[in-house]
């Protein structure tokens, strides 16, 4: 089976590594989304800024870092089943659906944590992806 030149997903450009994790507006409408439902300002659409910026506004011991950390991890895996989905089975969702489902991975995993430290902000994210308070520690 011959893989068309174009991004199955955008159809936009010639389908490389690069364009799909750097230039896809498919990729970057996913991201959007997730990273609106994270409320965390600043965060860039290229994948190669994000890891920069992760480094340097986020503590790496953090809840945070951990639901952004999985919410990169989980887009770059969930937007690599649909690339494939697109281009083996011809079927592909709409970027908001492909969007949910990487949200509901990500509140199923963040949901399997324990002892989380007690925070505001570590409230505020159980409140974002709907996780019971019950994860994070007594104080």
Request: hydrophobic fraction near 40%; charge should be neutral.
């Amino acid at each position: 089976m011959a893989v068309d030149a174009l991004c199955c997903l955008c159809q936009d450009e010639k389908e490389s590594h690069h364009h799909f994790f750097f230039d896809c507006s498919y990729f970057t409408r996913v991201w959007q989304n997730l990273v609106s439902k994270n409320r965390v300002a600043g965060i860039p659409n290229n994948m190669g800024d994000v890891l920069d910026w992760l480094q340097g506004n986020v503590s790496w011991d953090s809840f945070r870092f951990v639901s952004l950390k999985y919410t990169l991890a989980a887009t770059v895996y969930g937007l690599w089943q649909e690339r494939n989905s697109c281009i083996f089975c011809a079927k592909m969702k709409d970027h908001i659906h492909v969007a949910t489902d990487v949200s509901n991975e990500i509140h199923a995993f963040l949901s399997s944590r324990w002892n989380v430290k007690q925070s505001l902000q570590n409230r505020s994210i159980c409140e974002i992806w709907g996780l019971s308070h019950r994860i994070m520690q007594s104080v």
